[in-house]
């Protein structure tokens, strides 16, 4: 299962970025999706999940307040918008699908499928 991020980028301190992350269809429709993020030296963690219909939406402490998951059923797209950004969120950001609950995917073991990195800086 092939799933595909983009948005990446260098964004100064306070500024902002949108993730995207399309999935196959029948990934999308029936498995929650998440984020995660793995800075330089770190392990990955969890950043954010969204169950199928959208209406659960856990977060990492961290970013809370800050950074908003959504999902687009119609375009089997996945989306993380990042605001307030600070250097600590510099990390390859990894799209996530699980084929159980958006609270089960809060681990990296809840995970069924990971897509290929893309990289946010955050940096003056």
């Known amino acids: 299962v092939q799933l595909q991020a983009s948005g990446g980028g260098l964004v100064q301190p306070g500024g902002s970025l949108g993730l995207s992350c399309v999935a196959p269809?029948?990934?999308?429709?029936?498995?929650?999706m998440g984020w995660f993020r793995q800075a330089p030296g770190k392990e990955r963690e969890f950043v954010a999940s969204i169950s199928l219909a959208g209406a659960t939406t856990p977060y990492a402490d961290s970013v809370k307040g800050r950074f908003t998951i959504s999902r687009d059923n119609a375009k089997n797209t996945v989306y993380l918008q990042m605001n307030n950004l600070k250097p600590e969120d510099t990390a390859v950001y990894y799209c996530?699908?699980?084929?159980?609950?958006?609270?089960?995917?809060?681990?990296?073991?809840?995970?069924?499928?990971w897509g290929k990195g893309t990289l946010v800086t955050v940096s003056s």
């Open positions: 269809g029948r990934t999308f429709s029936s498995s929650a």
């Open positions: 996530a699908a699980s084929k159980g609950t958006s609270w089960d995917m809060r681990t990296v073991g809840g995970v069924d499928y």
